[in-house]
C-alpha cells in the first residue's frame, strides 16, 4: 500500500486534533463469523468460505436493517468447533446469540429474524472484537495487533477476538463492546484496553476513548458523549434516546434519565469542514466534520 504525503492515517487524525465522539459505526446487529485463513484488504469476499454460504449472509444482512459482518479468529485456536455469533446491541435489550459449527454451510440453516424473536442461543457473555487486519490499513495492523495480543494474555483473552475491518482505522487501536456495541478507538496498551473492558463489565462508559454506540446515529453518539460530559453519568443503561430533530447543520437530540426520568435537551451543530486529515493510509487529505456543543438543558 503506498502511503502519501509519507504520514499514516493515525497521525494525521492526531495532528489535526480530530475528535473521535459521532464517528462509531452505525451497527443495530452485528454477524460475527470465525474465520481462521489468512485475511485480505477484502477478507470476507477473498475468503475460502463457500460461495453459497456467502449468498446466504449477505442476503441475511440486507434483511436485517442496520446489520454488519465481522470475520473474526484468535491468534491461537485450540477449539475444534468454529463459532458464530449475533450481537443486537438495542439500546433497551442488548444481547448476545452463539453458535457453533463445524462446516459452514450449517449456517445456512438459521434464520435470522426468527433468531432475533426468541430466547434460544442467547449467552451471557461479552465479547471484544479489536481490529486487527493490517491488510486493509497499516494502522490497524500497527497498533491493533499488539494490544489484541496483550489482552489475549489476561483475563478477557477467552472473550477477545481479532476483527477485520471495523472502519475508522485512523483511530486504530479500535475495538468494540458487545453486544452493547461501544465503540473506543485510540487504544495503545493492553492495560487501558482492559481497563476500559472492565468498566464495560460492570455497566459504565469512559469517555477518554469513546467513539460512540454503534445503535445511535452519529448526532445522538455526539450529544450523547457531550451529555454525559455534562451530568457525570457513566452508567451505560442510564440515557436512553428519546428524539433526534435535525437540519443540514444543527441537531437536536433528547435524552431520557432511567433513574429520574429527567429529560436531557442537547443542541449540537455539525461543522462539516472542520479539518482535513488522511481517512486511510494511502489517501489524500479530505474534509472531515466535527460536531460542536450549542447548548444542553433538562426538565
Known amino acids: 500500500m503506498p502511503i502519501k504525503n509519507k504520514i499514516l492515517c493515525y497521525e494525521s487524525s492526531l495532528n489535526a486534533n480530530e475528535e473521535m465522539y459521532g464517528t462509531a459505526p452505525r ?40 446489520s454488519r ?26 444481547r448476545l446469540y452463539e453458535f457453533k459449527f463445524n462446516d459452514y454451510k450449517d449456517l445456512m440453516s438459521l434464520k435470522t429474524k426468527k433468531i432475533l424473536k426468541s430466547d434460544e442461543h442467547l449467552s451471557d457473555e461479552k465479547i471484544y472484537i479489536i481490529c486487527t487486519n493490517g491488510e486493509y490499513d497499516i494502522c490497524c495492523g500497527k497498533f491493533g495487533m499488539p494490544v489484541y495480543l496483550d489482552i489475549a494474555k489476561g483475563r478477557y483473552g477467552p472473550q477477545t477476538w481479532e476483527a477485520n475491518h471495523i472502519g475508522g482505522h485512523r483511530f486504530a487501536s479500535t475495538f468494540v463492546c458487545l453486544p452493547h456495541g461501544l465503540v473506543y478507538g485510540r487504544i495503545r496498551e493492553g492495560k487501558i484496553a482492559e481497563k476500559l473492558i472492565n468498566e464495560y463489565e460492570t455497566g459504565r462508559v469512559n469517555l477518554s476513548s469513546y467513539r460512540g454506540r454503534s445503535c445511535h446515529p452519529l448526532e445522538a453518539q455526539a450529544a450523547e458523549y457531550y451529555l454525559r460530559k455534562e451530568t457525570g453519568s457513566v452508567e451505560i443503561s442510564e440515557m436512553v434516546l428519546k428524539g433526534l430533530k435535525k437540519s443540514d447543520k444543527k441537531s437536536n437530540v433528547k435524552f431520557q434519565s432511567q433513574s429520574d426520568d429527567i429529560v436531557h ?18 489517501d489524500k487529505n479530505s474534509f472531515i466534520p466535527q460536531y460542536r456543543l450549542i447548548d444542553y438543558s433538562s426538565t
Do not use: M, T
Open 265 to 282: 435537551k442537547v443542541k449540537i451543530r455539525q461543522d462539516k469542514k472542520a479539518i482535513k486529515v488522511i481517512k486511510s493510509c494511502g
Open 69 to 94: 459482518l465481522q470475520l473474526i479468529k484468535k491468534h491461537d485456536n485450540s477449539e475444534d468447533d468454529l463459532k458464530f455469533y449475533i450481537a443486537v446491541s438495542d439500546e433497551s435489550n442488548p
Open 27 to 66: 451497527v443495530d446487529v452485528w454477524f460475527l463469523l470465525e474465520y481462521r485463513g489468512n485475511w485480505s484488504g477484502s477478507a470476507f469476499k477473498d475468503s475460502k468460505i463457500p460461495k453459497s454460504v456467502k449468498s446466504y449472509l449477505n442476503k441475511e444482512l440486507k434483511a436485517v436493517k442496520n
